[in-house]
């Protein structure tokens, strides 16, 4: 199962923070499939998640609005 979704990743989607590609994550996929299984259900057995797990890049954009003109400080909170 974790194979067939490592297969079906999306190929142009950017690398997470590991800079690892959803390309190589498929190409590798027979050989690595067993050793992602064994990771996720040892941390749902056990409840702890790995700190590397939790990070994340996130960027915010903007997107033009004609609207915004209109807009005060207090209405975009």
Excluded: F
């Excluded at 997470?16 to 498929?26: A, E, K, N, Q, T």
């Excluded at 998640?49 to 915004?68: E, G, H």
């Amino acid at each position: 199962m974790i194979q067939d979704k490592l297969i079906k990743l999306k190929m142009n989607k950017a690398p997470g923070i590991d800079l690892v590609g959803s390309r190589m994550l498929s190409e590798i996929s027979e050989e690595i499939s067993y050793i992602v299984a064994e990771l996720y259900n040892k941390s749902l057995t056990t409840g702890d998640v790995p700190r590397d797990w939790k990070l994340a890049n996130i960027t915010a954009v903007y997107k033009k609005s004609k609207k915004r003109a209109y807009l005060t400080i207090d209405r975009l909170i």
